[in-house]
């Protein structure tokens, strides 16, 4: 095994490691949620059954009291409710995917290329995968849209404060010459520059390296990196840089015209990747 591998099998080891880790720890609180809520179910119980059992002995009949079922069995209405959203958004996603994979198939029934369709999760990896991360991307959400909304407030707030003072020449006078005084203007002395914007060829060879360091990460059987990759006539703005989008392999790419950054679209978003900074296929200029 190349240094290479063994780097890129070290790295998802590491990754699926971090993976399980985090799912260990959801379970853990999760456990920890629930018994509570089971604790204060039972508490609740107890209470309202010793009510109905007095009221029932006031009124002389049948004591019927609520029934306490086990811990594994118990579900509080919060995780009905999150059992039932999370149900949704995974027959969402699996039509989703089969949507995609019967428009894939057609594709490569049409250009006589195997067909290699999605995976389907099963409900339980969707759960412990991808409704974490949602419920994270909503924290982080909520966190950007605070900042943003302070940002806007302070801005208004001077806005409003700003007291604009045009600039008035000096028109002080010497004693001896009685003509106004003359100041030499400013000058920077240092060059201002700017990133350029690549051009196409450069974005190509940018996601040509990208793709020989991610290739096995990104699901391909080989390295893509030498296959066609075409551009798509388009631009699009990701993460607020302005991309050359391009296709390889059946899958799409943006690169930034900066080349600053490089994203792969995955399930309708754009993930980004980065160099190895290993086997550079293209010299430096």
Not at 26 to 42: I, L, N, T
Not at 95 to 113: P, S
Not at 131 to 144: C, P, Q, R, S
Not at 147 to 165: G, P, R, S, W
Request: proline fraction near 5%; include cysteine; glycine fraction near 4%.
């Amino acid at each position: 095994m190349s240094t290479k591998e063994e780097k890129k099998e070290a790295k998802l080891v590491k990754k699926n490691e971090k993976a399980e880790a985090r799912a260990a720890k959801a379970q853990a609180a999760a456990e920890k949620r629930h018994s509570k809520e089971y604790q204060k179910f039972v508490k609740d119980a107890d209470k309202k059954n010793k009510k109905l059992q007095a009221k029932a002995a006031k009124d002389g009949k049948p004591f019927v009291p609520i029934e306490v079922p086990e811990i594994d069995e118990f579900q509080s209405k919060r995780e009905i409710k999150a059992e039932k959203a999370c149900q949704k958004a995974y027959d969402r996603y699996v039509k989703k995917i089969e949507k995609k994979n019967a428009v894939t198939e057609k594709k490569c029934a049409k250009k006589g290329k195997p067909f290699v369709p999605m995976a389907i999760p099963t409900y339980e990896e969707f759960a412990n995968s991808s409704a974490a991360e949602k419920k994270g991307g909503k924290i982080v959400l909520a966190i950007i849209l605070t900042i943003l909304i302070i940002l806007l407030v302070y801005f208004m707030v001077m806005f409003i404060k700003f007291d604009y003072n045009p600039f008035v020449a000096d028109e002080e006078t010497t004693a001896a010459e009685g003509t106004p005084n003359v100041y030499e203007s400013y000058v920077n002395p240092h060059e201002i520059t700017t990133t350029p914007d690549y051009s196409i060829a450069d974005a190509k060879l940018y996601l040509k390296q990208v793709l020989s360091d991610n290739w096995q990460d990104l699901g391909y059987s080989s390295d893509p990196s030498n296959s066609t990759i075409s551009y798509s006539n388009r631009m699009e703005t990701i993460n607020g840089a302005d991309c050359y989008m391009f296709t390889c392999g059946g899958k799409t790419y943006g690169v930034a015209v900066k080349l600053s950054a490089c994203y792969y679209s995955n399930n309708g978003d754009y993930k980004p990747l980065t160099f190895n900074e290993t086997d550079i296929i293209f010299p430096e200029d």
